[in-house]
């Protein structure tokens, strides 16, 4: 490791290095034994994070379990040894590249998280991927109307402004409320905006900007006697809340599994209804673009990808299932609560996600009085090593939690936050 450590100094890469090489070398501990007094504690060791470093943000990108980053890099490690065994017998078994495999047993793993069949499921990047394959395959005519919010991600809305200048579809904004009172609030606001032009309606499962998760079983069945085709985007929800595809009663639904999961970054999905699936056209196109024996495999089939971070999402599910995926979501739950009802408390917070604790989980987004975002962040990095997410010069932070973090932790933030509010 000497001679290691001076080769790295003399090319000035010590200190970036050498941390990246000892966490390599740390073995994973045992999973907790579920019914563990200490299981949250003891499962914070499955995570390389940085013991000095708390993250509240992955509303952005997620943590990686070590689990992950291990499958990843091992399959790296195996490609780059043996890509040589590769026969190319292109029987949906070989993993060296991905892009033309059918993905079945990820496929599968994704199906039985949303409770849809596997052939619903189509593999994709992240959602803006997801949602774009919606925007370009679905046929619409110009003056056809496409509904969404105010407060939805460019990546939900970058696609259908494409549409609109391409194809003189019309895509409007239903005003929404920030903070939500309620859900019959949001349900009005939305349903309300409904036309007899309106044919799509694109909205956030759970809004990134201010955490809440809309009552989009009941605006999915009310669009569904309009005829309306509906999007819900879940960049936010997958990992975070259940998700339950059948239940909610959507035609698509677009996810990732770099922010709450944990998987490695550029993994995400898109699922159609079955009956709706084969009406929608691919955009990227390859040898089954319109093979339709398997819907989700046409969409899947997307040129040469990346195979390792394919194996990282697998162990990322893998580990989700391992834990319990309603144990996970209402931990979140319940460290968000813990930090809201803190914030409460102080008169200086304002916090912009909803009013009703029942719409919301692991995202809270609040300011104190006078402050920016900006500011606020600033102040969690040089207070505390806190790593919230500024949300713009109004809305201040958005907070979010995870399994990865503890009481101690939002206590610790909530501290910090009184003596920033003291002025
Ligand atoms: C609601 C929402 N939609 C879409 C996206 C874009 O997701 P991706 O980067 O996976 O395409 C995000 C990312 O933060 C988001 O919060």
Same mark, same amino acid.
């Given at each position: 490791?000497?001679?290691? @450590? !001076?080769?790295?100094?003399?090319?000035?890469?010590?200190?970036?290095?050498?941390?990246?090489?000892?966490?390599?070398?740390?073995?994973?501990?045992?999973?907790?034994?579920?019914?563990?007094?200490? $299981?949250?504690?003891?499962?914070?060791?499955?995570?390389?994070?940085? !013991?000095?470093?708390?993250?509240?943000?992955?509303?952005?990108?997620?943590?990686?379990?070590?689990?992950?980053?291990?499958?990843?890099?091992?399959?790296?490690? $195996?490609?780059?040894?043996?890509?040589?065994?590769?026969? $190319?017998?292109?029987?949906?078994?070989?993993?060296?590249?991905?892009?033309?495999?059918?993905?079945?047993?990820?496929?599968?793993?994704?199906?039985?998280?949303? !409770?849809?069949?596997?052939? =619903?499921?189509?593999? *994709?990047?992240?959602? *803006?991927?997801?949602?774009?394959?919606?925007? !370009?395959?679905?046929?619409?005519?110009?003056?056809?109307?496409?509904?969404?919010?105010?407060?939805?991600?460019?990546?939900?809305?970058?696609?259908?402004?494409?549409?609109?200048?391409?194809?003189?579809?019309?895509?409007?904004?239903?005003?929404?409320?920030?903070?939500?009172?309620?859900?019959?609030?949001?349900?009005?606001?939305?349903?309300?905006?409904?036309?007899?032009?309106?044919?799509?309606?694109?909205?956030?499962?759970?809004?990134?900007?201010?955490?809440?998760?809309?009552?989009?079983?009941?605006? /999915?069945? =009310?669009?569904?006697?309009?005829?309306?085709?509906?999007?819900?985007?879940?960049?936010?929800?997958?990992?975070?809340?259940?998700?339950?595809?059948?239940?909610? #009663? /959507?035609?698509?639904?677009?996810?990732?599994?770099?922010?709450?999961?944990?998987?490695?970054?550029?993994? #995400?999905?898109?699922?159609?209804?079955?009956?709706?699936?084969?009406?929608?056209?691919?955009?990227?196109?390859?040898?089954?673009?319109?093979?339709?024996?398997?819907?989700?495999?046409?969409?899947?089939?997307? #040129?040469?990808? %990346?195979?390792?971070?394919?194996?990282?999402? =697998?162990?990322?599910?893998?580990?989700?299932?391992?834990?319990?995926?309603?144990?996970?979501?209402?931990?979140?739950?319940?460290?968000?609560?813990?930090?809201?009802?803190?914030?409460?408390?102080?008169?200086?917070?304002?916090?912009?996600?909803?009013?009703?604790?029942?719409?919301?989980?692991?995202?809270?987004?609040?300011?104190?009085?006078?402050?920016?975002?900006?500011?606020?962040?600033?102040?969690?990095? %040089?207070?505390?090593?806190? @790593?919230?997410?500024?949300?713009?010069?109004?809305?201040?932070?958005?907070?979010?939690?995870?399994?990865?973090?503890?009481?101690?932790?939002?206590?610790?933030?909530?501290?910090?936050?009184?003596?920033?509010?003291? #002025?």
């Amino acid at each position: 490791m000497t001679s290691r @450590r !001076n080769a790295l100094k003399s090319l000035g890469l010590a200190a970036l290095a050498l941390p990246a090489l000892s966490a390599q070398a740390e073995s994973t501990p045992a999973m907790p034994l579920a019914n563990d007094p200490q $299981y949250w504690k003891k499962l914070r060791s499955q995570f390389m994070l940085a !013991n000095d470093k708390v993250f509240f943000n992955p509303g952005t990108v997620g943590v990686m379990p070590k689990v992950v980053v291990d499958k990843m890099t091992e399959h790296a490690r $195996y490609l780059a040894a043996h890509v040589a065994d590769w026969a $190319y017998k292109d029987d949906n078994k070989e993993e060296f590249i991905s892009g033309y495999n059918n993905l079945m047993s990820i496929r599968t793993k994704v199906g039985k998280l949303i !409770n849809s069949e596997v052939g =619903e499921i189509a593999m *994709t990047d992240n959602v *803006t991927h997801g949602i774009s394959y919606l925007a !370009n395959g679905i046929t619409l005519q110009a003056g056809d109307e496409v509904l969404t919010t105010n407060q939805e991600h460019p990546g939900g809305r970058g696609s259908w402004l494409v549409k609109e200048k391409r194809y003189g579809v019309v895509f409007k904004e239903a005003v929404i409320g920030k903070p939500i009172k309620n859900s019959e609030e949001v349900y009005q606001d939305i349903v309300k905006a409904f036309t007899s032009k309106t044919k799509v309606l694109i909205i956030s499962h759970m809004i990134s900007g201010s955490g809440a998760i809309l009552p989009i079983k009941e605006i /999915c069945a =009310e669009a569904a006697k309009r005829g309306i085709f509906t999007i819900l985007d879940g960049a936010q929800t997958i990992g975070q809340i259940k998700v339950d595809v059948k239940d909610i #009663g /959507c035609d698509a639904y677009a996810g990732c599994f770099h922010k709450w999961v944990g998987a490695p970054a550029g993994t #995400g999905f898109m699922y159609v209804k079955q009956d709706k699936m084969k009406d929608i056209w691919t955009t990227v196109a390859s040898a089954r673009w319109d093979n339709h024996d398997d819907e989700g495999f046409r969409f899947t089939q997307r #040129g040469t990808g %990346n195979f390792p971070v394919l194996k990282g999402l =697998e162990a990322a599910l893998d580990f989700l299932f391992e834990i319990g995926p309603d144990r996970v979501h209402d931990r979140i739950k319940f460290l968000g609560q813990r930090l809201r009802t803190g914030l409460r408390q102080n008169p200086k917070v304002k916090i912009f996600s909803p009013v009703d604790e029942a719409m919301c989980a692991g995202i809270t987004v609040y300011n104190i009085e006078g402050m920016t975002g900006a500011k606020l962040q600033d102040e969690f990095w %040089n207070r505390g090593r806190m @790593r919230p997410r500024a949300s713009g010069d109004v809305f201040g932070v958005r907070h979010c939690t995870h399994i990865f973090n503890s009481e101690a932790e939002i206590d610790k933030a909530l501290a910090i936050v009184r003596e920033l509010s003291k #002025g």
